[in-house]
DNA sequence: ACTCGTAGTGAGTGATCAGTCACTGAAAGG
DNA sequence: CCTTTCAGTGACTGATCACTCACTACGAGT
């Protein structure tokens, strides 16, 4: 293949429109992102995003499952060889905190989970936590409070983020992000 | 006023489309239902429930202040005035789990917090999670952290029966409910 | 009886959006 | 070259939806 090409291939341009819509539903949410949204942030046209995937479930769900990728590979390289137990999903829960810093994966966390009402969507968040559960037994070995523990905190993370409550200096607000591990406030 | 009476007061309608919102909205969240879905849940025209509630915000915003309200109320109930710490944490999140058992006010919270990119909404779900986080610490005096684990297991709480995991029976989805106060699974 | 404020609605409207269609053009193999 | 295949798009369409307007009707006070 020529240095020179100018078309890509159909995976090149699949792989670029995921990453696009794993940003822009971010920020807004399934049903309130166009599927032209996606398409632009990607730099190509709505009529090809709908050949590369038929439906917007379709880019969807690719979206979600391009997020938990990323978030189980994070967990699994977090985590030494010889670290066992609370320690290693301590080690876990940090490399979490840095993954979701920008927001994006969190924010697509949250409104997939808001979107479960389509069944291909629920689907999708149920391998997530599937695979987030099965990475996070099998490398550090702690009991299922300690894994329900860190699924917990995480979700407690999404709430607060989501709802800026990091940035609020209210007595309530203190109370309940105090010793959390700071994420950054909304722009 | 005589009981033939066949207009009702404009509050009378207010607090039935509030309530139809709640369930309505509980089902597809915020973008994906319409207005007039709501309003015919109440029993009332789209026009007239534009008059009540001048926008879709407004009236989504009245429906999640009054998810709180139930949910605040339920909680103050729940603890004895001799109980305190966490014993009486334990109450609250029994009465919360039956409460939130037919998946309706847990739904709109999930919805709602994926609405936040919408000021009014966002701030709604800080008002609901401050009256939540303030008469935790009033009724049972337990520390910061334990504040924090309730809130937690709460939202683990969503994200398990949003995706059902309770019905299934994969080991990733034992594992993770296990201990967990058993929540009916989805239709 | 009359009038005025309020309950209540049918029938729109303009905008948005998921998905389609008919098409252009690049480039690899022969 | 020339044909075939695949990347890529502009210009629609039909449906949906937030919100509006012009209007009817009820009933309380006088």
Redesign the interface.
Known sequence: MPATRTLSTAEERSDALVRAAVRVFA???F??TPTTAVAAEAGISTAYAFKLFPTKVDLFVAAVDACYDRIVDTLRIAVGPDVRGRAALDAMGSAYAALIADRTLLMLQ??A?????ETRI?DA??RG??RT??VA?DLTGAP??E???F???G??C??LT????FA?D?E??T??T???EHLPTHP
Do not use: C, K, N, P
């Not at 989970?113 to 009402?117: D, K, W, Y």
């Not at 989501?162 to 409550?165: G, K, L, S």
């Open positions: 920020g807004a949410g049903h309130a949250v409104h989970l808001a979107a479960t009402s629920r968040v149920r936590v599937a559960v099965e037994q299922a409070h894994i329900q523990d699924l917990a905190v979700q407690l999404h709430l989501a709802i800026d409550a609020l209210d309530w607000a109370t309940v105090e010793g959390i």
